[in-house]
C-alpha cells in the first residue's frame, strides 16, 4: 500500500494533473467529504489529507510514502528522513520580507537597527536575516501576518506573497525577495530503498506531468 | 508537581520490553563473538577532544558535555561509540594485524534520533581494523545481515554507496569547502533543484555527473549506468568495482543489495564504502556502518577500518509489544522436597518465583502461570 499526503486546497487542485498522469483517480473530493483518508481508483494507493505544515513529518515518520509540500513548509521542518526529488514546479509564490508603505526598510538596515519581525516561517527568517548580519527579534504568529506592522507590534512581515494583492490591500509593499517558493515531491527515504518498484513508476510519471511554463 | 516525571525522549524500559532488550543484546553479543569479535567497554564519558576528533560537526551537536570538575576540561558524554573503539584499536591494544571488536550500551543525544526517536539509543555494533581490502567490508556487512536475521528480519535492503565517487568529483571540480557541503546535503535529500543551483557557476562539462548522481539509484543497473555517465577516474572506475563486488558476494533470496551514489551521510568521516540496512515496515535505517580509515590518524595511527552498528531498541520497534514469559509459583513451605524441586526447575532455566507469607497472589503480577502442588505426596507443576 503507498500513501500519498496531500493538502485541501490549491496544492490538491494543482497535484491532480500530476495523479492523473500516473493514473491515479481519487474517488471523492477532499472539499466534499469529511473523510481524511481518500481511496484512489487503485487498491494499493490511496491520498491522506493533512495540513499543509504537517505533510513533511507524515513523510519523515512513514506514516505516509510520499507527500506533496511547498518549499516554505520543508525549509521550516528541515528535511530530515526526506528525499526532495522533484520540484513539482505549481503552488507557486515567494518569500518576502514586507514593511508598511511608509517604512524606510533601507534606511533602518544602514543604521543598524534592530528590527521586530512577525513571520509563520521562524527558521526561514532567522536564516535569512543572519546571512544579512542583520540583528531582529522573530515573533511567531499562526496568521494575518499583515496585521503586525499596522498595529504597532512588529517593523516587518516575513510570508508568502503570490499576486502582493494583501500587501496592498494592507498598504504594505514587500521590499525584500527571500526566496522562489513551490511544492516539491518529498519521499521517506526507507519507503524509496524498499518500495521501488512501486514508487518509482509513480515519480516517473509526476516528472514527466511537471510543465515548465 | 510530578517530580517523578522524566525528561522528553528519555524513557524506562519496563520488564516485559527489558528482558526482551537483553536477551537479544546477549544473543548479538554472542554472534559477535563466535565471529572473533572481543567485547569492549569503552567509557561513558571523555574529554571531547577524544570523543569528536576526526568525526565532522554532526557529532559535537549530537553530544552533551559536561566540565570536569578535576581538571576544567570538557568531557562529552559519548554520542556514538565508534570513536571510542577507534580510540581503544589505535592507542589501547597496538595490534599490528587486524583486530575485531565489539560493544553493546547506552549513547545520549541531545536530540531525538533515529527509528525509536529516542535520546538515549542502545547501540550494538562490531568493529574490524588493520585491513584494507573488500573482504574486511564483506566480513562486517555479513555480520550486520547475520545480526538482523537473528533480530527476526526475513527479507533486507542493504543499501550501498561509496564516497569516494562524489570526493573524486569534487576534487576534479576544485570545489570550495563550503560549496562541497551544501552540494553534498543538496545531495543526500535527493534535491536536484538545488544541486542544479549549487553546480550552475561550474563549467559545463563538471555540472552534469553532480546532476546525474541525484538519480544514481536503484538496483546492480545504477553501476553500469554510473560507468556510462560517470567520469572514468581510477578512483571511480575502483569504487564501482568494489560496490559490483559486494553485490555479487551479499545478495541471496533474503538480502536484495540496492545503490544509492547520492548517499553521503557522514562524507567527512567515512572514506570508501557505506552501507545502510533497511526492511518493510521501519520508516528509517536500521543498521548503518561504513569504512572510515581516517579516523584512527585523529589517534595518531591512521588504521584502516570498516564496521556497522544499530540501535538495538529502533531494531525491535516492528516487532510489537514484548510478550513476559512466564513462571511457576511456589507456595510456602519447610519440606525439603520442595526445595529441591524448585532448584531443579531453575537449573533447567524456569523461572520458580517463591510465594511469601501473608503477601496477596496475583498471578500476573508475579507473571507466574503455573503452581508448585503436592499431589501424592510429589510435588508437580500444575497450571493454575
Redesign the interface.
Known amino acids: 500500500m503507498i500513501t500519498i499526503a496531500l493538502s485541501k486546497g490549491r496544492i490538491f487542485d494543482e497535484t491532480t494533473p500530476l495523479l492523473s498522469a500516473a493514473g491515479i483517480h481519487a474517488l471523492e473530493d477532499p472539499e466534499a467529504s469529511r473523510k481524511l483518508i481518500l481511496p484512489t481508483n487503485r487498491e494499493d494507493v490511496r491520498l491522506i489529507i493533512v495540513r499543509a505544515t504537517d505533510v513533511p513529518t507524515y513523510v ?3 506514516a505516509a510514502d510520499l507527500g506533496i509540500a511547498g518549499k516554505d513548509v520543508l525549509d521550516e521542518h528541515g ?1 530530515e ?7 513539482l514546479n505549481i503552488a507557486r509564490c515567494k518569500m518576502m520580507v514586507a514593511v508598511r508603505e511608509d517604512f524606510d526598510y533601507e534606511a533602518s538596515i544602514r543604521q543598524g537597527a534592530r528590527l521586530k519581525v512577525v513571520t509563520k516561517y521562524v527558521k526561514t527568517a532567522r536564516e535569512h536575516f543572519a546571512a544579512k548580519g542583520m540583528h531582529v527579534d522573530l515573533i511567531k504568529l499562526y496568521g494575518s501576518m499583515e496585521l503586525g506592522p499596522l498595529v504597532g507590534l512588529a517593523d516587518a512581515i516575513v510570508d508568502l506573497v503570490s499576486t502582493g494583492g494583501t500587501l496592498r490591500a494592507n498598504k504594505l509593499k514587500a521590499v525584500e525577495e527571500i526566496g522562489a517558493i513551490s511544492s ?1 515531491l518529498v ?10 518498484p512501486l514508487l ?1 513508476p509513480i515519480i516517473d510519471s509526476f516528472a514527466g506531468a511537471i510543465r515548465h511554463d | 508537581m510530578h517530580n517523578w516525571l522524566l525528561p522528553e525522549y528519555i524513557e524506562d524500559v519496563l520488564p516485559a520490553e527489558a528482558a526482551r532488550l537483553e536477551s537479544y543484546r546477549r544473543q548479538l553479543l554472542d554472534l559477535f563473538r563466535v565471529h572473533g569479535y572481543q567485547y569492549v567497554m569503552p567509557p561513558m564519558m571523555e574529554y571531547v577532544e577524544s570523543l569528536l576528533t576526526g568525526t565532522g560537526h554532526d557529532l559535537d551537536i549530537a553530544t552533551f558535555k559536561v566540565v570536569d570538575q578535576l581538571t576544567g576540561r570538557l568531557m562529552g558524554l559519548r554520542a556514538d561509540t565508534t570513536p571510542q573503539a577507534a580510540r581503544i584499536d589505535a592507542h589501547m591494544l597496538n595490534h599490528q594485524g587486524v583486530s575485531r571488536l565489539c560493544y553493546a550500551g547506552t549513547v545520549l543525544r541531545t536530540k531525538p534520533d533515529g527509528l525509536a526517536r529516542t535520546r538515549e539509543p542502545l547501540q550494538m555494533g562490531a568493529e574490524l581494523y588493520g585491513h584494507a581490502g573488500i573482504e574486511s567490508d564483506i566480513e562486517v556487512q555479513r555480520l550486520m545481515i547475520k545480526a538482523l536475521q537473528l533480530l527476526g528480519m526475513q527479507t533486507l ?1 542493504v ?1 550501498v554507496s561509496h564516497v569516494a565517487i562524489f570526493a573524486s568529483l569534487s576534487h576534479m571540480a576544485q570545489l570550495e569547502t563550503q560549496q562541497e557541503e551544501e552540494l553534498q546535503a543538496a545531495l543526500h ?6 544541486v542544479k543551483a549549487l553546480v550552475a557557476n561550474l563549467p559545463v562539462k563538471a555540472q552534469q555527473p553532480f546532476i546525474d548522481l ?1 538519480h544514481l ?2 538496483g546492480i543497473e545504477v553501476l553500469e549506468n554510473a560507468h556510462d555517465c560517470l567520469p572514468d577516474t581510477p578512483e571511480i572506475a575502483q569504487a564501482l568495482q568494489e560496490m559490483a563486488a559486494i553485490a555479487a558476494r551479499l545478495r541471496s533470496p533474503s538480502v536484495e543489495v ?1 545503490f ?1 551514489l547520492s548517499e553521503l551521510r557522514g562524507y567527512h568521516y567515512h572514506s570508501g564504502l557505506v552501507f ?1 540496512a ?3 515496515g ?4 536500521i543498521a548503518l556502518g561504513g569504512r572510515y580509515d581516517e579516523v584512527g590518524a585523529a589517534f595518531g595511527r591512521a588504521r584502516p577500518a570498516t564496521g556497522f552498528s544499530l540501535d538495538l531498541r529502533g531494531a525491535l520497534l516492528a516487532l510489537g509489544p514484548a510478550q513476559t514469559s512466564m513462571g511457576v509459583l511456589a507456595p510456602v513451605s519447610d519440606d525439603p522436597a520442595l526445595q529441591t524441586m524448585i532448584e531443579t526447575l531453575r537449573a533447567e532455566g524456569t523461572v520458580v518465583v517463591e510465594a511469601l507469607p501473608e503477601a496477596p497472589v496475583h498471578y500476573s503480577e508475579l507473571a507466574c502461570d503455573r503452581i508448585l502442588q503436592k499431589v501424592d505426596g510429589c510435588w508437580q507443576v500444575l497450571a493454575v
Open positions: 519523515q515518520y512513514g528535511g528522513g526526506l528525499y526532495q526529488p522533484l520540484d516539491r519521499v521517506n527515504q526507507a519507503s524509496y530503498k524498499v518500495n521501488r518509482q | 535492503f543499501d535529500c535527493k534535491d536536484v533543484a538545488r541525484t539509484h536503484g540496492t544509492d545502510a533497511y526492511a518493510k521501519y520508516a528509517g535505517p
